[in-house]
Each structure stands twice: as structure tokens, then as C-alpha cells.
């Protein structure tokens, strides 16, 4: 056990409250151990009629997983302890997509790569006006991780290719009309909301009768741009059409992927792609571990982490440098399957 992470039952609802927040409840194996273990123990015990998870304090929900020991594993253990992270971490994704019940996330602050795992799993996914909803990792040189590639790949109009792309930040409001979040509650009310999912009550009906009407959700007005420019799963399309369009919107747009990883972008788009073909959560999984054991290692991902977290230089050397520079053969060796033997598996 560990005291990252809070985990207590509280009458009809086990309770997860992720409790890092120096890190901003950023995920160590530990906690996804942790986790683990207890939405096992649950799914057995017949009072536990729900799951409840949150954060206990600071602005976060979770803002990813353990970057630092990832970037450790790639610099110095020719990412042996990063594919292990990776591999549980997505077990933990995987067996919460696939639990019996109700799972409850009150995504109530930053909620980023490994909190968007953690979250969009969730039966009922809790958005507030605190609520920051992001998948940054083409910053970094890593990929919408996590079951990203389900996820966003499932959302309409090419959202999930835009948000994969580009990083972009969305607000509470934002994430139900995209429907990332099922229900929108001012955080005032998510003490009380716990309470009566606690007391055995429909985690539904709770968050139906205690819910608001969200503000206007500003993305929805650039919602045609979107489709239109990210229309195209080749990177390089997407910039033509945006370097097409005069508009400071589209100027903006392409400013901001001018400084993502080239090797990441086109990652996420044929992730994103060959996602919405796969038949199973699992089968998704599978695919991601594959990219994780081949980009954890590869050039941009340490240098993203050193220019963007460690040294906050932001001037991150790509590597290729330009989108023509990754290849269609790069690409295939980095989806290429794994020996038998490494291959990822869900947890029996």
C-alpha cells in the first residue's frame, strides 16, 4: 500500500482519493497497484454498490503518470522500468473500462494524460468549473496514451484528432459538450454528490438531480474549423489546410503544432486511425503498449521532458525534425508487434 493514495469504503461505495499533491496526483506504480487491488477487492463484495474517485486536495485530479521515472527509464535502463510502468498502468486502465460497477470520476481540477486514463473509463465522468481536460504529450514526445487512442478517436468531428494534436486545454464546460464528462456540478455540491452515492443512492440519479446547466462551451464555435482542417489523417494535410487559412484561428493552430514533436503527431494520427477498427478496449491496449516500448526510447521523449519540464527552456530538438523526416517505415517499426513474450495482456 501506499500513502499516495487514499482508499477507504464508506458504507455501498469504495472510495479512491489520490493524494500526491505536490505532483498534482500525478500516478506512480504504486498507486495503479493500489488502485488495483482495491476495484478487485470490490467487485466481489456485494455491499459496494459504487466506486468513488477523486483527489484529496490541490488543484489536480491527476495530471499524468510519473514522467520522471519514465524519462530515467529512457536515459538509463534502456526503458526496462518504463515498459513495466506502461504495462500495469494499462492494466489498471483496462480493468477499470471493463468493471462491473459503477465507477464515479469528479474530475474536479487538471486533468492530463494519466487522469484522463484514469477518468474516461468511468461510467460517470464529473466535470466542475475548476476542471482543466487535456492529452499534452505531443509536447513531450510521448502519445495520447492511456486508452487515448480509444477515446479520442471516438469523439465527433475530428475533436480527438485536434486535442491529440495540438494538446489543447479544455474547460468543464467544454468536456460535456464534447461529451468527455457525462454530468457538470459546481464543486460546492461534490461533497454532498459523494455523500448520497456513499449512502447507496443511483450514482445517476445523484448526479442528475445535483447537476447544472454548464456555460457556453467556447470550442463549440470553432467546432466547423476543426472538422475541416483536421479533417485528414496525414499530418501533412492538416498543415497544408491550415497554412491555407488566413484566419488567426488557423495561425494560432499551426503556430502551436510548430512546436510539437513531428514523430508524436504522426504517431496519434494512425493510432487514432487504426483504433477505430479494433473491436476491443484490450485489443487498443495491445497497441498502445507497442508504441509506448518503441517511443519511450526514441529520441523526442527525453528531449521533450528536459525542454519542457526540467529545464522549462521549451526549445525541445526533434528528432526527425520535420514531419517528412518520419517516415512510413519508422512508423511501422514503432506499431510493429512484440515478441510473443512481450506482448501486453490485460489482467485475469
Known amino acids: 500500500m501506499t500513502e499516495d493514495v487514499n482508499i477507504h469504503l464508506h458504507s455501498h461505495a469504495g472510495h479512491i482519493s ?14 495503479c497497484h493500489a488502485m488495483s487491488a482495491a476495484l478487485a477487492d470490490w467487485a466481489s463484495d456485494d455491499a459496494v454498490k459504487a466506486v468513488i474517485l477523486d483527489h484529496a486536495e490541490g488543484r489536480g485530479f491527476c495530471a499524468g503518470g510519473d514522467i520522471n521515472l519514465l524519462r530515467h527509464s529512457a536515459l538509463n535502463d534502456g526503458g526496462k522500468s518504463g515498459r513495466e510502468f506502461f504495462h500495469d498502468e494499462y492494466q489498471l486502465n483496462h480493468q477499470m473500462f471493463e468493471y ?66 495540438t494538446g489543447a486545454r479544455l474547460d468543464g464546460a467544454e468536456c460535456v459538450w ?40 467556447r470550442i463549440a464555435g470553432n467546432a466547423d474549423r476543426i472538422a475541416k482542417h483536421f479533417a485528414s489523417d496525414s499530418y501533412e494535410d492538416i498543415l497544408a489546410s491550415l497554412e491555407a487559412d488566413d484566419s488567426d484561428w488557423a495561425a494560432k493552430e499551426l503556430a502551436t503544432l510548430r512546436t510539437k514533436s513531428p514523430q508524436t503527431c504522426k504517431v496519434a494520427l494512425r493510432q487514432l486511425a487504426e483504433s477505430q477498427n479494433l473491436d476491443s478496449f484490450a485489443d487498443n491496449m495491445r497497441m498502445e503498449y507497442r508504441i509506448a516500448s518503441r517511443v519511450l526510447t526514441r529520441p523526442d521523449f527525453a528531449e521533450g521532458v528536459r525542454a519542457v519540464i526540467v529545464d522549462k527552456t521549451n526549445d525541445p530538438k526533434w528528432d526527425p525534425a520535420t514531419p517528412e523526416g518520419v517516415t512510413e517505415e519508422l512508423l511501422d517499426s514503432i506499431f510493429a508487434p512484440l515478441p510473443d513474450a512481450e506482448e501486453w495482456t490485460p489482467l485475469r
Open 100 to 165: 462491473a460497477k459503477p465507477i464515479v470520476a469528479f474530475m474536479d481540477g487538471i486533468t492530463m494524460g494519466g487522469g484522463v486514463g484514469i477518468a474516461m473509463p468511468c461510467k460517470y465522468r464529473v466535470a466542475t468549473e475548476n476542471t482543466r481536460f487535456a492529452m499534452p504529450e505531443t509536447g513531450i514526445g510521448l502519445f495520447p496514451d492511456v486508452g487515448g487512442g480509444w477515446h479520442l478517436s471516438r469523439l465527433g468531428g475530428r475533436l480527438g484528432q485536434f486535442l491529440a494534436l
Open 178 to 217: 464534447a461529451g468527455i464528462a457525462t454530468h457538470y456540478l459546481d464543486s460546492a455540491d461534490l461533497a454532498e454528490a459523494k455523500s448520497r452515492i456513499a449512502a447507496g443512492h443511483e450514482p445517476g440519479q445523484v448526479l442528475s438531480a445535483l447537476g447544472k446547466s454548464p456555460p457556453e462551451a
Open 18 to 31: 489520490l493524494n500526491r499533491p505536490k505532483a498534482l496526483h500525478a500516478l506512480t506504480l504504486d498507486m
